[in-house]
């Protein structure tokens, strides 16, 4: 009977609840995917919050309506504008609507009702916000790290959830790289013999492409594939007797040029787009699979195939031009003129072919653009004005934000992104930025070793904090810190209101040592675990390797410039950040950090628990750091002048900082799996030969420091 009347009660309050939760009705073009799915993720934060969604047109409490404005709004701009019971959302286009009705669904989600809603509108700051996503079939480098990710990434489900997140965070781009896409989505009509699939595996691959950009076109995505040159499918290959190395796993091959190869590309390029309406455009790219050949010819070959298949087809399409990264015969990086004014008059060439400008990608500082802020370099080498002077008229320059640095710490400095783009983002010449990795894929979660239960399900979203600050600031740097801390307070409660700030204080550790420890292509350097590459073998960055690196930025000052001016009487200039100052505001930094994050209870939450430990594990690298750098100053000081006392002081600064590695081990072993570093799959890795990582496993070349200090002879003149 109880029991009976518990139910009857509940059902009774159901019904209350029901009746008393304000109606709401959403207006949209219902003939238009983007606006149907603006309303739909309007709907649910709706509902989520106590209202009422109805299909009527009568009888509402409230009416939110949702429509293109393109006459006053610019594309992608929005205005919510609250008049009584009507709340007109305006967008600039689609994507105004879109982003216009997830900024309603956000202040309902910080608890503001319908009826407190104040006018609001915003406009974008960059118009190229983009995703480079590696996919793990025929990826650039073969490894089992990539590997991991397949069954994943052929999931629909994880699509729609990624995809889900770029426009939330807006990114306006999905950018799918990989080798040699063509076999993946078309069976090629006068070259079937390169398909290596059965009809039923095509059909399956075909429905996975298809349904990606579906899904990306109903959230106002554009996409595109972008691939390396010159490649081809072994099958083909091997049909012809051509590209005998042009083929997945290899991809630092000479460049096969031959007829038969030219037009299986140029041709597939043109069937994919006509098979794939929904794809916007193709990215090239003049490196791997062209050896032998100069920039001239590499140029020359992408005119005549792969831009001559886009041209072809009869719709628009839309072009990413990477700058050529090899100045030589080899796949090496460089830089020179020839090479900028050669893309440069080639590029200026296909003037009104594409839609849009031609988006050309740049990689920021190399492969770590996560250092300084600063363009110290791009692929190669310094970078001259070629591209920007005189302005460009067709061509908008988009920087490359690869992250090789961290994959498992979550990251988030919000004033590096504002900096950045306040340097680097405001140029009449650029259009935007693309953010992601190449040795690493946001799919498979192979990090989390905790079984108890968590509030993300793929990688992605362990980083949500990333994405959304590269997200949300690139389409508009003036978007305040209470809008990332709010996503805490959300998630977390009271718990989060001091996160944003520990994060960017103890993230900031990778910043600094990447700008510390000069750094080039993917596994120079990967910072969260504090490894580079010295010689042929990548490990732990040692005393002797600190103390020896130039930097990155030239503002930092390295170890060895440092006590060689100082003993000879030198002085640095203001502004230059050397080792003595950089220990200082690590130390300072870190320990701020973790007093904000001091007296919060995780043992009810493991999600807050891994943001927390994150906090703890960056501060403690941080630690270590600065100890580091003050044991190395020491030991460069004492193997310069004699002096006894400053090898005791090396020995214990570099105690000290194998003391915080310890700590860094013993919150991480037992939440963090050991991890594949596709990185170091090609190159001779010293921890093992499975090429996992966890910063237990490298505990004794840390150690190595201390013995190094105490075994240090004074350097004979």
């Known amino acids: 009977m109880k029991r009976s009347l518990l139910s009857l009660t509940i059902v009774c309050l159901l019904i209350i609840e029901t009746t008393w939760a304000e109606k709401v009705k959403i207006l949209y073009d219902q003939d238009s995917p983007p606006a ?95 995703i480079k996503y590696n996919l793990p079939w025929e990826t650039y480098r073969p490894s089992s790290a990539l590997d991991q990710h397949m ?32 076999t993946f989505m078309i069976q090629p009509k006068n070259f079937p013999e390169a398909s290596p699939w059965s009809d039923e595996e095509f059909k399956e691959w075909q429905h996975l492409y298809r349904e990606i950009f579906r899904m990306a076109k109903e959230r106002a995505l554009d996409t595109y594939l972008v691939h390396w040159s010159i490649f ?15 083929f997945y796993p290899f991809y630092y091959v000479e460049g096969d040029t031959s007829e038969i190869v030219r037009r299986y590309v140029r041709e597939s390029v043109q069937q994919v787009l006509e098979e794939y309406p929904n794809l916007d455009g193709i990215g090239i790219s003049h490196g791997e699979g062209m050896a032998g050949m100069t920039p001239l010819e590499r140029q020359q070959w992408m005119d005549d195939v792969i831009i001559a298949g886009m041209l072809e087809v009869d719709r628009p399409v839309k072009l990413i031009h990477r700058v050529p990264f090899s100045s030589g015969l080899s796949s090496e990086g460089g830089t020179s ?34 250092s300084t802020p600063k363009l110290v370099k791009v692929h190669g080498g310094k970078l001259g004005d070629t591209y920007f002077d005189p302005l460009p008229t067709n061509y908008k320059i ?20 504002r900096k950045h783009i306040s340097l680097s983002g405001k140029a009449a010449y650029v259009g935007g930025y693309f953010v992601g990795s190449e040795t690493y894929i946001p799919a498979l979660d192979y990090f989390t070793a905790s079984k108890k239960p968590v509030d993300w399900k793929w990688a992605f979203e362990r980083q949500w904090l990333f994405y959304k600050l590269w997200g949300r600031l690139t389409y508009d740097p003036e978007t305040p810190d209470t809008v990332f801390q709010a996503e805490f307070d959300r998630r977390y409660g009271p718990d989060g209101r001091n996160l944003l700030n520990a994060y960017s204080l103890a993230s900031s550790t990778q910043l ?70 950089l220990a200082e505001m690590l130390e300072r930094d870190c320990k701020e950090a973790l007093r904000l994050v001091e007296n919060i209870d995780t043992k009810s939450n493991e999600s807050l628990m891994y943001e ?33 006392e400053n090898k005791q002081q090396a020995i214990g600064h570099l105690q000290k900082a194998l003391g915080y590695w310890d700590e860094v081990i013993a919150i991480t072993r037992p939440i963090y799996n050991d991890m594949k570093l596709t990185h170091y799959n090609h190159i001779y890795f010293t921890a093992n030969d499975d090429n996992l990582f966890h910063w237990a496993m490298i505990r004794d070349e840390v150690a190595e420091d201390v013995e190094i200090a105490r075994e240090s002879k004074k350097l004979q003149k």
Request: hydrophobic content about 40%; overall charge negative.
């Open 151 to 182: 069954e994943t990434a052929k999931d629909l489900k994880y699509w729609e959830a990624f995809l889900d997140m770029m426009v939330e965070n807006r990114f306006n781009v999905i950018s799918l790289w990989n080798m040699h896409p063509y």
């Open 398 to 417: 988009t920087w490359q934000m690869r992250n090789e640095d961290f994959f498992a710490l979550r990251w988030g400095v919000p004033d590096f992104i």
């Open 337 to 370: 003129k020839n090479v900028e004014v050669v893309t440069r008059e080639a590029m200026e060439k296909l003037e009104d072919s594409f839609e849009g400008p031609i988006w050309v990608e740049m990689k920021f500082n190399w492969s770590h653009a996560h």
């Open 512 to 581: 600094r040592l990447a700008s510390l420890y000069d750094s080039r292509w993917d596994f120079t350097l990967y910072s969260e675990g504090f490894l580079a590459l010295q010689g042929d073998t990548t490990k732990y960055i040692s005393v002797d390797a600190l103390i020896n690196q130039p930097t990155m930025d030239p503002e930092y000052v390295s170890v060895g410039e440092y006590v060689e001016t100082m003993l000879s009487g030198g002085s640095f200039g203001e502004g230059r950040i050397t080792p003595p100052i």
């Open 232 to 246: 081809v499918s072994r099958e083909l290959a091997e049909a012809h007797n051509v590209a005998k190395e042009n």
């Open 612 to 644: 927390i430990a994150d906090v703890k594990t960056w501060a403690n690298l941080g630690f270590h750091l600065s100890e580091k750098i003050k044991g190395a100053v020491a030991l460069q000081t004492y193997r310069l002048s004699g002096r006894e």
């Open 36 to 130: 149907a799915y603006a309303s739909q993720k309007l709907g649910e934060a709706l509902t989520d919050n106590g209202y009422q969604v109805q299909q009527s047109h009568t009888g509402y409490d409230f009416m939110i309506s949702l429509a293109v404005h393109s006459i006053r709004l610019e594309p992608e701009a929005f205005s919510i504008v609250p008049e009584g019971k009507i709340i007109t959302i305006n967008g600039g286009d689609d994507r105004g609507i879109i982003y216009g009705s997830l900024a309603l669904a956000e202040m309902l989600g910080n608890g503001a009702r319908l009826d407190e809603i104040k006018a609001f509108e915003e406009s974008p700051e960059l118009p190229f916000r983009a």
